[in-house]
């Protein structure tokens, strides 16, 4: 096989097609921005990827079986014409590339088809069970049977649902969620006077469950659905604080939908109204507003833009100063540490491996008091040691989240794909040892 001189976007999409990846894989793979991957899709060979992203397609080629070599190839070398090679095409058409994530989003085609496929009759549909039942419950929310719940009740059941969250607790967060969602509009219609702006602020806080276990799952365009609805409920409320959090899963859902732009400015806008409306004058309004700047730099480098997402996290660092602790204020885990943690799974996300790594050896373990924070950083671990070469680390990176967390790993197919590229790339016992790992947890490969 011929070496590639310089890659451009089509020898780049030939690797992947090779690799038989989705675009949200191969950036992973890699460690490039979803964005960036999607720009050498549709680019073609009027782009050329920058250095450092030149040397990880010269690592992944090299490592590649000699099938994936071959049919990258036959890829290459097909095109002669010199115009771009242009596999997806973005938003529309039945060969659109999501992000590998299933359906589970919104179509043009009906309520019936939708449904049929939020129940898991389409490939790649979530295998944690209930979620189907959930995305049921999210498109009709109407049951006129449900009694609704007195405040105290609500306001105890969504913190259990965020206690279960934050645990990776995921299946009980289902079951949780079966009966809370459901009790949202009777508990709404019920309450009175003062009680009306506290039961908005709990409906905020658990369609920010709803969306963020959706994103878990990888269901991205209900993952929006939930945001959605979280915005609503915030601006009823009126408490600034609220909205601000609701500001904080929709830019979480924008970004993971490919909307890394709005999302930015969302999150930028949303901290500054916050910062306004409150002065920042209490430790939830911090640690919201930290949050929120932490969600916007996570965005900014997934669309690659180093500055903006070094900016955001300068900020954040600003706000945990502010703080002065490490907390969980209006469920947001934030402080120093938090702050930390996002720069490591920044580094890792801009390419930049061995960043991430030497950073989160600097990071005290013992103040991650958060099971869901630690797993996360435990598989960002992991990542930058693929994107690094090293996959025995990688391996025992997976190990640790898993003991930290299994459901982190078992439920996220984002998680198991890191599996799976392990298993493409190692070589070895290496290799031995990450088969029996995933089959020993239920990951098929």
Known sequence: MAAVTTWTGREANALRKALRMSMTAFAEHLGAAERTVAKWSSQGDTILPRADMQAALDTVLARATPDVQERFEALRTADTSGTAVRTTQPHTGADADPGGDGYCGAGSAGDVRRRDLLRGTATGSPAVPGVASLLDMLLSPLHPHTVALSVQQFSRDVSAAKVDYQACRYEHVLDR???????VEPTMASAEGGQRAQVNVLATDLYHVVGSVL??????????VAAERSTRAAAASQDPVAIA?????????LMSSGHEDQAVTLASKAASVLDQDTRLASTDAIAMYGALV???AVAAAHRDDRDTAQAMLDEATRAAVRLGYDGNDRWTGFGATNVLLHRVNIARTLGDAGTAITLAHEIPLDKIT???RKASLYVDVARAYTQWGRYGQSLTALRTAY????????CRPAVQQIARDLALLAKGSVRTAIVDFTQGIGIPL
């Open 177 to 183: 969620l079966m009966t809370l969602l459901p009790a």
């Open 294 to 296: 932490l969600r916007g």
């Open 215 to 224: 994103l878990k799952v990888g269901c991205r365009g209900m993952a929006l």
């Open 245 to 253: 959090a609701s500001a904080r899963i929709m830019t979480h859902a």
């Open 370 to 372: 958060l099971a869901e």
């Open 403 to 410: 003991a930290v967390a299994p459901e982190e790993i078992r």
